[in-house]
């Protein structure tokens, strides 16, 4: 096994390459406002940026509105600073994916009773992914995701999935890990900032149910609360 690849480093060197040219073009899948907050607010001074909003994972039809919703606010909000001059960078646009849970649930079939950071995310990474690859079409320079802003998702993993589904489509993916150099910290300063809906589970109903029991086990919550269901609501 090689040495360990710094994909943050990885990004400045293609940025540093690009600095004195007209700025690339960057389809940037995103998971959520606060996780796209930080990234925004890096990458639209180097690339124009276009965010694709594509979760099919998020398989409450209210949770996924709500969150759509904050990402659209925060990028009308980076759009206005910009133009205002309050900002420096590149306005920012925004594609609504199609919202289909049902893809979900096809792509983890047989792996639901796995946990969190499993084979299961791992499936649902590439689903994502995958899509924004396709979705790319001949207008964008690279893809990317913010999910590697989190400490809880695995950088090598997306990366590695992000680079196969290059390769698959013939097209470049922008290796990162936004969590770097305090990235993470800068996400919840701007989620305070603007007021942004943190939610505390990815968007799953596994992930939800995970989460509600760890509350109950540090009694944050009562046992009779948690839901103890995976009901598929489209």
């Not at 540093?16 to 639209?44: F, G, Q, V």
């Not at 893809?143 to 809880?152: G, R, W, Y």
């Not at 999935?161 to 701007?190: C, N, Q, T």
Request: charged share 30%; glycine share 8%; hydrophobic share 30%.
């Amino acid at each position: 096994m090689g040495p360990k690849r710094n994909y943050q480093s990885e990004l400045e060197k293609i940025i540093k390459r690009s600095n004195h040219e007209e700025p690339p073009t960057l389809l940037l899948h995103a998971c959520c406002a606060p996780c796209s907050s930080h990234c925004l607010e890096y990458l639209c001074k180097h690339f124009k940026v276009t965010v694709y909003y594509y979760n099919p994972n998020i398989t409450a039809g209210a949770e996924y509105r709500k969150r759509v919703a904050e990402e659209k606010r925060l990028i009308a909000a980076f759009n206005s600073e910009i133009i205002w001059g309050e900002r420096e960078g590149n306005p920012i646009a925004i594609r609504e994916g199609n919202y289909d849970p049902r893809r979900f649930y096809e792509a983890i079939r047989g792996l639901e009773d796995l946990g969190e950071g499993s084979e299961r995310c791992f499936k649902c990474f590439e689903l994502r992914l995958e899509q924004t690859a396709r979705a790319m079409g001949d207008g964008y320079d690279y893809f990317t995701t913010t999910l590697t802003i989190s400490p809880l998702k695995n950088a090598d993993k997306l990366n590695e999935i992000g680079e196969r589904m290059a390769e698959k489509y013939g097209v470049k993916w922008l290796p990162s890990d936004f969590k770097k150099k305090e990235g993470y910290k800068r996400s919840i300063e701007l989620s305070e900032k603007y007021d942004l809906y943190r939610q505390d589970y990815c968007g799953c109903g596994y992930s939800k149910m995970e989460r509600e029991r760890e509350k109950v086990r540090r009694g944050e919550m009562p046992a009779v609360l948690v839901t103890g269901t995976t009901q598929k609501i489209y």
